[in-house]
């Protein structure tokens, strides 16, 4: 039974570019949750997606987007980067929506995103 | 500031000894979720709390929510260094999900 799994592992971007990461969920599970863990603290939520639509969004600005596909994967958007969004992000999946997006959650191993 | 305040920040311990990790909130926790990371890697779901006064245990690691369900605290009995990681409490918070610093155990063998 496969996990949730991410790609690419590393990324290395330039100032101002756009990045595209990908998540495929665990198996059985349908909502996918996005996390940003800059180093040395805890994951910041995102936003989650559920039946193809955003359900929740934490506290982002909208160069950050997403997309969630009708196999319940999941890609994460992040347009006009800047330097602190170099982060370790975290994908999360779960089944079902019933508020925050909380218990049991599975975690992926994370894209590691360095800004130039 | 964090809403949810882990001390301590870091601990190094010696094999086989005791250690205890606090989680802190200024507001009742309604899901209180304890993981474990790896440096750079994803996090490990280890317990959930719920109730106040709730106590669980998974091999040699106790976690407990307080009864005013503001503080829960992590303990685990005599340490090994596959114990070694970042500890995160994690908590339901304005409908997403909050976490903490995380505290970083080193086990010395």
């Known amino acids: 039974d496969a996990g949730v799994t991410q790609s690419p592992t590393h990324l290395i971007k330039t100032r101002g570019q756009q990045v595209t990461l990908r998540c495929s969920p665990k198996s059985g599970h349908d909502t996918v949750s996005w996390y940003q863990q800059a180093l040395g603290q805890g994951p910041q939520f995102i936003f989650q997606?559920?039946?193809?639509?955003?359900?929740q969004r934490g506290n982002f600005p909208d160069r950050f987007s997403g997309h969630q596909f009708p196999n319940y994967s999941s890609e994460l958007n992040v347009n006009a980067l800047l330097l602190g969004d170099s982060a370790l992000y975290l994908c999360?999946?779960?089944?079902?929506?019933?508020?925050?997006?909380?218990?049991?959650?599975?975690f992926g191993p994370g894209t590691r995103l360095t800004v130039t | 500031s964090q809403e949810l305040e882990q001390s301590p920040q870091s601990l190094i311990v010696q094999e086989g000894k005791n250690l205890t990790i606090n989680c802190t909130s200024s507001k009742t926790l309604y899901g209180l979720y304890w993981y474990k990371q790896k440096y750079g890697e994803g996090l490990i779901f280890l317990m959930m709390l719920q109730k106040g006064g709730e106590e669980k245990s998974h091999e040699k690691i106790t976690a407990k929510l307080d009864e005013k369900k503001q503080q829960s605290s992590l303990h685990i009995t005599a340490s090994q260094p596959s114990h070694a990681g970042i500890y995160l409490c994690?908590?339901?918070?304005?409908?997403?999900?909050?976490f903490g610093a995380g505290t970083r155990l080193t086990v010395k063998p």
């Open positions: 997606y559920y039946e193809e639509e955003e359900r």
């Open positions: 999360a999946s779960s089944f079902g929506i019933a508020g925050p997006p909380s218990y049991e959650q599975y």
């Open positions: 994690g908590a339901d918070m304005d409908n997403d999900m909050r």
